[in-house]
């Protein structure tokens, strides 16, 4: 099939096209009509449009800028597609981005039954070897050997499984100094199928359940293109890796979990495990002393109910790195809203028997679920490191809409790279 050259203009279609038409095509030339009210998603809704017809070749003209070529490409969720990027752009940078994104996506979208706890942080950790193997040293630390480290939250949440749970320790350090300062910490929350567990979901809320490790795909693809890049920082990234399953091993509602800092954690909800996992991932980040620690996680309904799935939800007390991730989302067309982390929230689910709760005995969580569960991790991080907490409201689409096609979205993955290079 003959390739078709791209063209974006600012002006309406003419005939035999309506005056609506995000595009027309004319020999072998598609031209996009973008518009102003509405610039960026105007192209996206076009891709989507064009995907059933616009072959595996594409070439952009001068009229593209990079982001808006990144973007469109996005939404065309084509695989193994041929571009040919405008010549007046960094066709490297682009290509770069693009591999970090797909890798997400394959993480993500890959089946719960391939993509176990030791899979995904085999996976991940051979991605990230193959891209520096002299600066990037990894451990995996698997399943009873788990409670050796202190490590009670991954573990107790992935024995149910006869798949062992995973704490991937990974170190990026380019400096060739064993002493060197940790930059960034990024935690990530690796559920590689979440059924619940005794508080179990339904059939529907389970069914695009192995989405939920998006946060660990999520910054271990960041880590990957900032890699990629040439980041001269020293990284360390945590994967959280557990499958939430139910048998005669698996945790139950009224256990109580003592941290390795001391903290006492009832369960009164087996299906708020995320931030059980990343409580150990988090202290582990913060004992290696970073300069900023980064979590991801696709951890409350109601981030999504409070800001839908065109944003993903930040929690932070650090006004200055929110300010900088918010600015640099935006500037990747992949927006953060920041919602509400108070020190009162870590008080949020109390417990009779324990200092504290996982979540509180109410569906969702209650009132103000989303930034609950961001104080509830408040109490596994050093005060003293300046932390960002990002609920993953946008991370997945089961189904294709006028913007996306089905499944990933790997949203936050540029905007993340961009912070920690």
Known sequence: MTAFTLHLSQQSPVAP????ALFSIFDHTVTIHQSLNDPQ??????????????GQEVEFDESWDALTQRLFIQALGAKNISVQWSRQVDALALDQQITALQFAQQLINDTPENMSPEQLAKQVAHYL?????ECVSAKHIVGDALLDFGWVGIHGVGRGSERPPVLLELDYNPTGDLDAPVSTALVGKGITFDSGGYSI???EGMLDMKCDMGGAATVAAALGLAISRGVKK?????LCCAENLISGHAYKLGDILTYKNGVSVEIVNTDAEGRLVL????????????????DAATLTGAAVMAVGTEYNALFTQFDEQAQQLMALGDANAEPFWRLPLADFHVDMCPSPFADTANSRPQKGGGAGGASNAAGFLKRFVDPNIPWLHIDLAAAYTRNATALRPAGATAMGVLSIADLIG
């Open 17 to 20: 096209y309506a005056s609506s």
């Open 41 to 54: 998603r105007s192209v996206q809704k076009a891709a989507r449009q064009l995907a059933p017809i616009i």
């Open 129 to 133: 070897e193959g891209l520096a193997p």
């Open 201 to 203: 979901k339904s059939s």
């Open 234 to 238: 020293r990284i360390k990234l945590f």
């Open 279 to 294: 409580a150990d991932g988090l202290q582990a980040a913060s004992e290696c002393s970073p300069s900023l620690i980064v």
